[in-house]
Structures are given as structure tokens and as C-alpha cells.
């Protein structure tokens, strides 16, 4: 028998355990910011484990420029996560004054910013912007597509996105072929989709890697990078940039059309299914994802690579190997078609969204400070500031005999690559500045003569003049009205679910390309899924934002 | 041999069966006071976290306003589930959601078993805790790793299963690209990251088995294999039951995470599911009601077949959940 | 009669009167080949589980090029610590693990608490209202009121930004009791209850001198499960802390692989560097995460042990 003093000190350790437990709910109470604090800007932001936005020397600056502290609300780097955290906060009515976020970790998106403007939640910065930020005007006079992207169809701007021209993310779908495979078979740059189908069926059968195994992977990507937009553009425009933009609605003097039920759309199938069936494209291209891509790039025993659609060759072979295979990789200009058809698919640099935003928790004062540390982040030295910190220690003026990425540029400053090894200054926002990321600031920096960012550049003036202005359909600018937001989600998945699934199974050979029949009922599905009434409502929307 | 089926939990369940009416509920309180106290602390948390929650599962039935909250915004009645419903998408991926996860839950269900049963046969302790450790360590790789790693494996060309095949001069199979390997690929590599995790319950309920049974049947002198059937088996039977009962009850609950890494273009007719389906959807257009209204959706099947499966566990083994 | 002693029971077992060494086993060859099929399943079942693990371990010392070329398999190539290094140097991680560490031990001591406190009552077959409740509470695995009213609640409760919000709003698993009372049911003899009830016993003495004891396994497999859960826990903690003091270890480590991942960097060539730098942490982090969970495993699995329990009740 257990001892009664035993037994009831047991009982009095679980009560005290559960009065604990119930305390702790009760008095846990206390923590939570109130964000109407006259004296504090609670700004909701990403921060990376290597910024302490806290103590950051900007965060400093901005706050004596704005009369305000602080108070930072962060979230991670995580883009899913953090997107989903951010919308439940919001929906649980559990926001901030403003919003600070980055475009490639969450961003609101323009659906968010019609429900959320026209809920009362977010503030239109119009008259801020009027009154307040001369820099930000100046940036909009300079480039109105920066206007066009941020101003919803009502005129509103109800947040702003981050205007980044980044010249060579415009063109997602490049090709990137093997140039010593080339020279070692005597070949030359193929400039048609015949010769490239000639140098593809020479770098399968002629051992170029010379190892004596017949293993040479001619063409692969991955089902991020996408293999078809790049050899559908021999055959009509294909808009698809990258997995993101999946989308091949383009423009048709002026109407709103889908590529992917074009009869040109299926000769580059058919196209595709003949190298496929020639065993000349990698299986894996519609099931691998990056890791499995860049193994086979980088693949030990010899090089398997003659040739991979991707935004820059380091997506499938890293850069600056022993043996220098990446260096072989070249981007080869858009093909020339059958029909003489050439094109490359241009996407927006920038995205479309925002990620500075005001919420009605805001103040008067509160807004117009905050918009005048946005202001302050436009021009050029304040941008530099703002984005990588202090002259002479995180960034320096060029020197005689720098030039600028862009040559044709002045060069404005040279940023020093950033040393995993030296825990960070600490004085930028670095992504959270980066609003007026134009031409004239990003491609004005200092890039070594051999880098790999001016060879990026170089590559991407083959695809320039090769995109159809006429056909582009400026989707960043179109923003589907609320009441059909939902109901556009749904067509969007599944109009792009089955042309990505049809259009794989096309190239593979489980549907078959050359069959009337089989095309037909590819078309009919299409129609049955709401294809119709899903241009309705695009046109609507693109006539909407002319 | 005469060997009785032993049951351990067939005493408890002749004790008492027979608590109705009113006077036997007074009788109870009075008798059981300090139980009924005991779970009040606990209730209150159910009422807390999940009924006051469950309230306001409106939204389902709402066009949710964050200015309005919940109340407040608009009655839509049953238009986010009649979205959902004339969606062309629905029976496939319902159906998809179904089949794989009933999959994932019979596959998954008699593995933890024979891996916990084998590891309380062996004698050598060093070799049965290393079993333990290992084949427990692989849950808490995260998803997007072990996608990866699948995808490496099955990879044409570069994977493991393609250097089998050139090895026995085979073509290279495309097993990520054909649909219909979609859902082996998925159960199996769930499996092997959950079967040690899930055989540890096993093994504690093989623990809490009344050792007198185990004598008994030596004395009967039943060889191995006959005490693992006449006493393990049973004696783990009212978990193992209610392991397939829960796991049934949770079909429609699948996560989208693994689905969604290892879906590719060509085997979406299979790999598409709910939670990928409204992962996508809410990318472009995030609707909580109509998130709402698929999780109510969700719900209803799981109650049914959650119902269905304990009353004919109850018929077969004479254990639920109640 | 009512063990007395919850605290060695396994000192009782071999008394005088235990059972002598009857029969012998029959036939031993039958046990013989059983026991090579077992160790033949269980050995295929280490391999294949071993090797992938083995991978993972040696490509987190190893040099990216060299796992990114296939040239890695159960043996580190070029080994580095530097994926060890990058991580271990972040100045969050160690509160990271201090906030995981304090999360997962009173996160498992409430929970367990609370689900005994439900399980216990709702396993005696006496109890009037057992099924309703049981329904009651089964019914909650089923409707799910969702994120956001949870969100609401915890709101409400004023648990946002607070180490509560990670500990309470989970802290009852409806499967974990589910599983405590078929436990509690089958592997208690309701003679030991009847024993203790007929000796005065009441309820909660009955719970602590006769259930815990005998319910070692269970408390330690909960214990482990609910654990895991909190050392787990990444959502959560992302939608209800903000104050990064209070971040648990995961988070940490999703941020440090996030920032090498993800572009950001206009320099493309500084972003392969980080992307290089992202596939060794990859694996270095799996590491770092599991490695507690498996030193603190075998202490749980003790319970297990067959034999820990021994009959209470005699001969």
C-alpha cells in the first residue's frame, strides 16, 4: 500500500500543474502590441537570419526621418508559409499599419488588393503619392508601365510593387547548347528547327562526350523551366516564360486568344513528338524537378548535356566547375520555324501585386510618414543606400576603367559579392528597398568583364528583338474584377492543368499529335472546361485596362 | 492444444455495460465524482479550441468580409459548395483524393504490425533497439527532401532503378511520367518513412500485455509463432483496430505538400487531389469560405465512413471507438 | 489485492509461487526457422531504410560538387563541415533549440496531463456518459472549425506572441486519446479495479497506484508523439509568434536554408553560390533536427521493453 501523504502529494502536483496550465492561459494575456500607438509605426516585413531589422542603421535613419519608432512585426523567408500565415493574420483582422514585404518571398496579389481596398482594409495611396512623394511621381512620369502596374482599373493605387527591370529575367525560356560539343563534331550554331534536329541526332549518336557510351542526354529541362515554349516559338508566339507563368494567352490584334488551341500550336507538338520518338529529348524533362536536372548536368563521369531550355545555364550545370563543362554552354537565338516563324516569349521583369501597403489602422501622420520613407528609397544614391547600406564599406563608387553592366551606361557604383563567410553590416534592407529597380540604376552597376552576369546579359540581346510587341498580352496590367475572382482561380487551374497534361502527353506519344481525332477532343475538352467564358472574361478584363 | 483465446479486454467489457437511466447516472456521479472533475479541465479545452472554432465554420456558408468578420458578412447560403460541386474538376479529384489515401491507409496499416511484432521476437537487444532507432529515424526527414530523393532514385537516366534496368539491358522506364505509378510511388515512400514511427504504438501495447498470458502459453507449450497469434495478436488487436478506424476517418484529410512536389504534367490525371487542386486555386484568388465549404465537404465523407468502419469493426472484433 | 509499491514492480515477478518450468516448447525447429525469417525481415527492413539515411549523412559532410555529381553515395566525398558551420554559427539557432527544448518538454508534460485527465475517466466501462463524451470529442478530429477561427480564438485568448500559443491551442490530440483509452481498457484487468475498489480505493487513487504504473508504455509513447509534434511544429509557430526570441529551432533552420535558396541577389553569380551553399544545408539541417529526437529515444523506448510490466496481480 502506497503511504496517504504519498498519494497526496501526487494529487497536489497535479493540481498545481493544472492551475498552472490554466493560469498560464490567463495570464499569458498581457503580450500583443496594440498598433494604434500614437509614437510607433508597426510595419509588418520579411527578415532573413542575417538582417536584424531592429537594429539595421537604415531602420534607424528611416525612423528619425519619419518622426516614428518602429515596430517591427517579421515574418520568414518562406514564401508558402508565409503567404499563408499573412492571409489568415489579415483575415483574423490581425494586421499592421503597413506592410513591407519582398515580391519573391509574398507580395500581395492584385486579387488581394481589390478584396482588401474594397473592403476598406488597405488604403489607396493616390493622394499620398500626390502630396508627398516627389520622387515616387518623378519614377511614375519616368516610366508609366511602373504607373500602369501599380494602378488597379479604378484608378486606385492601392499598394506598390516593386518596379524591377531586370533585363535578362525578361526572357524566361532561353536555350542553352553545348558550343564544344559542336566544334568537336564540326557542327555549326543550327539556326532552324531542322538543323536542330540534325545536331541533336549528332550529339546522340556521335559520342561527343567521347567516353564511348552512347549516354548523351541531347535535350532536357526540368518541370520548372519548361522544354516547349522555347521550340513553340518557331511555331507561333508562346508567352510561357517559366512553371510561374504558365500561361499562353497572347494577343491577336487586339483580342485575347488562347495558343494552346492553335493548329500552329500542334505543329510544334508534332515537332516535339518527332525528336521525342527520336529518342532525342530526356523523359525526365516533364517528370524532374531542378535537383534531379542540375545531377544530370553535373553528372561525374562525363558530361551528358548537349542542350537545355532554362533561364541561365546555371539552373542545370554549375558555374565555374573543374573542368570548365559549363563554360561550354551557349545561348543559342530563337530557331527559325518551317514557316520562317522566330520568336521569344517576353514576361514582365516585375511582379504584378504590391509590396508596400497601408492598412486603415494608420493614421493620417502615420500614412504620410510612412510614404515618405517609401519616397526616400527612389532616387539613385538614397536607393543605394537603402538597398546595401553605407558607401565605402558595403558598396563603393566605380572606379576609372569599370564599366557598367550595361556599357552603354555611366556605372553608378560597384557592390562587392557577398561573402558567406563575413556576418553581414547589417545596414541595408537590401529585397525590402528595391522599388525603383530601373534600367538606368540596375544595369548601371559595375560587372566584371567575365562574369557571369554580363554573359546572362549578352545572351538575352539575342532573344530582344525577337519578341512580337503586338501579340503580348500585358497580363501584369489586366486585373479580373472581384466578382470574378473566383470564379477565374478555377478556369485558370484547370485550363492550365490540362494544356501543361495534354500538351506532355502530345510530346510523349500518349496522346497522338498526328491524329485528327485525338487533337479534336484535346479542343473539345478545352471548350468544356470553361475556355470560352475564360477569354470572355480575360478580354474584358485586358479592354478594361487600355 | 488446447489453447483459450485470451482476451485481455474482454474482462473490462463485461464489468459494466449495463449504466442507464437516470438513477444509474446519479449512482455514477456520486460514485465517480472525482473522474467526472478530472474531465472537466480537459472538456473545457475541446469547448475552447474546437467547438467555439467550429462555430464559426460559417464562413462556409458566408462571403467572409475581414471588415464585417464573421457575422457580419454576407449569407451566400450554399453557393461555395455548389461552386465546388459543378466544378468539372470534382469527381476526378475526389476520387483521387479517395483512392489514394484509402491506399496510403491499408498499405500503411499492417506494416507497423509485422515490424513491431518481429522486433519484440528478437532476443538481441542491441540488435532490436538498432531496428527501432533507424526505421524510426526517417519521419523526421521533411517532405520536400524526401521527394527529392524519390525523384533522383526514379529519375531516367541518372536514378538507381534506371542503372537495374541497364544492367539487365533494359530500357530505361519512365516510371515518374506514367500516372499510374503515381500512387505506388507515393504509399510505398510513405511507408517507408512512417512504419518505424508507427510501429513504436505497437510496441508499447505489445509492452502493456499482461505477462501471466505469456506464461500461460508456455505452459501450453505453444511454439512462437502460435504465442504471437494466441497472445500478441489479440493483444494488440483494440489498438490496432482503432488505428484503421482513425485512419479510415481521415481519408478526405489529405495534405498537399508531398502530392504537390511529386505532381508533373503527366501524371496529373492521378496526382491531382483536393488539397493540390485548392492549393492552386487559392494562389490565384485565396477564399477562405470556399475553403470552408471544402473542408465541410471533407468532413461529411470522413464522418460516414468513419461511422461506417467502426460499426463493422464492432460487428467483427467486438472493439471501437465506442 | 492492490500492488502497494508502484515503484519496482518488476521485483515481485519471480516469487515462489511463479509457474515452474512446465512443457518445453515442442518443437524448437519450428522456432528455429521462424526466428531466421524474422531476422531476415528485419535486416531487408534496415537496409532499406539505412541507406537512403546513410546518404543524407554523408552528403551533409560532403562537398555540394560532389553530391550534385552522383559521387556521393554511403561515403563522404571531399568532406567539409561547412554546411555544420553556416548553420551552427547562425546566432538564432542556439535560442532556437533553448525555445524547441523548453516547447517539446512542456508541451509533452501538458498534454500528456490532459490526456490522461480525459482518458483515464472515459476508460472505465462504468461511467455514465462515456460514450456521449467519447462522440464528443471524436467528433472534434472530424469538423475541424478551421484556421482562421482558431486563429480567432487564440486571438481572443489573448495568446498571440506568447509561448502559450504553441503549447494550449494543440495541446489535446484526439488520436492520442483515442489510443490512452483502448490502452487503458485492454491492458488494465478490470480485477485489479475491482481489487482496489473492494480495499476503499478511490478514483484518483486508483489512477495513481494502480493505472500509471501499468501505463508506462503508453505514457511514453504519447509522451514521445506529442513531443515530436512540438519539435516539429513550424506552422504554428510562424502564424502566432512574431517575436523572434521566442522562435523554436525549426523556424530558424527554414530561414537559414530559405535565405540561401531563394533569388533576392541581382548577382546571378552570387546567387550559385547560395544555392550551392543551400543543397549542403539541406542535409546538414535534417541532421542537426533529428539528431535530439534520436538521442532522446532510446530512454523512451525502454518502456517498451517487454517484461518492464509484470503482473500485479498474483498468481
Redesign the interface.
Known sequence: MSSPSRFRSRARTLAVGLAAVTLFATTACSGGDDPGDADNLSIFAAQGPDVDLKTNSFSKEMEELSGYTFDWQTTTYDGTTAAEARRIQLAGGDYPEVFLMIPWVDQFSQQDLLRYGQQGVLQPLNDLIDQHAPNIKQAFADSPEFKALATAPDGKIYGMPQWNDCFHCSYQSKLWINTEWLQKLNLQMPTTTDEFFDVMMAFKTKDPNGNGKADEIPLTSSVDDLLLPYFANAFLYDPQGSATYPSTLTLEGGKVTLQAQQDAYRDALAFMNTMYAAGLIDPGAFTQNRDALIAKGDNAEAPLIGAATALHSGIFVTTYQDDGRDEAYQALAPLKGPKGVQYASYNLPSMPGATFALTNKASEEEQVAAIKVLDHMFPQDQHLRAEFGIEGKDWFKPEPGETALDETLTPIARIPETDPNVKPANDGWGALAQYNENAEFRNAQVQPADGYERMLFAASKLYEPYVPQDQVFPYWSVWVPQEESAEVAELTTNIENLVAQASAEFITGSRDVDDDGAWASYVEELQSTGLPRYLEIQQKAYDASK | MALTPLRPGKVADAAGTSVRGPSAARRSLRRHWQLYLMLAVPLLWFVVFKYIPMVNAVIAFKQYNVVDGIWGSDWVGLANFQRFFDNPVFERIVSNTFLLSVYAVLAGFPIPIVLALAINEVRLRFFAKTVQLVTYAPFFISTVIIVSMTILILSPRIGLVSDVFGFFGADDPNILGDPNAFRHIYVWTDVWQTAGYSAVIYLAALAGIDPTLYEAARVDGANRLQKIVNVDLPGIAPTAVIILILGVGNVMSLGFEKAFLLQNPLNLSQSEVIATYTYKVGLINADFSLASAIGLFNSVINLVLLLTVNRVAKRVTGSGLW | M?N???TEPRRR?RGPQ??P???????PG??KV??VG??V??VT??V???V??V??VASSFSS???V????VFLWPVEPTLRGYE?ALS?S?ILKGFANSVFYTVAGA??SV???I??A???S????????V??????F??????????????V?A?????????L???Q??G??QV??AI??L???I???LH?AAAIDGA????IL??VVLP??K??I??IA?MYG?AQW?S??DA??YL?D?DLAPLQ??L???L??NT????????????????ANLL??SL?VI??VP??LV??FV?R?????????A?KG
Open positions: 492492490v502497494g509499491t508502484t515477478t511463479q509457474v518450468r512446465a512443457r518445453q516448447v515442442k518443437d519450428v522456432d521462424f526466428m524474422v531476422y525481415l528485419l527492413a534496415l532499406i531504410v539505412l537512403p539515411l546518404y543524407i555540394p560538387a560532389a550534385s555529381a552522383g559521387r553556416v547562425n538564432a508534460a501538458i496531463t490532459l490526456t485527465m480525459i483515464y475517466p472515459l472505465r466501462p462504468g461511467l455514465w456518459g462515456r460514450t463524451i467519447t462522440k464528443f470529442v471524436v472534434t478530429m472530424l469538423f475541424a472549425g478551421g484556421i482562421i477561427p482558431t486563429y480567432l480564438v486571438q485568448l489573448g495568446l498571440l506572441d506568447t509561448r502559450g500559443a503549447l494550449l491551442p495541446a489535446i484526439v488520436w483515442i489510443i483502448a490502452f481498457r485492454s491492458s484487468p478490470e480485477e475491482e478511490s478514483d484518483l487513487r495513481f497506484t501499468l501505463a508504455p503508453l511514453a509513447v514521445l515530436i516539429n513550424y506552422f510562424l502564424l512574431r523572434p523556424i530558424v527554414r530561414n537559414i530559405v535565405l531563394s533569388g533576392g541577389s541581382t548577382d546571378a553569380a552570387a546567387m550559385m553560390e547560395r544555392q550551392q551553399l539541406k542535409y535534417i533536427a533529428t529526437l534520436l529515444y532510446p523506448a518502456y517498451f521493453t517487454k517484461g518492464i510490466l509484470v503482473g496481480v
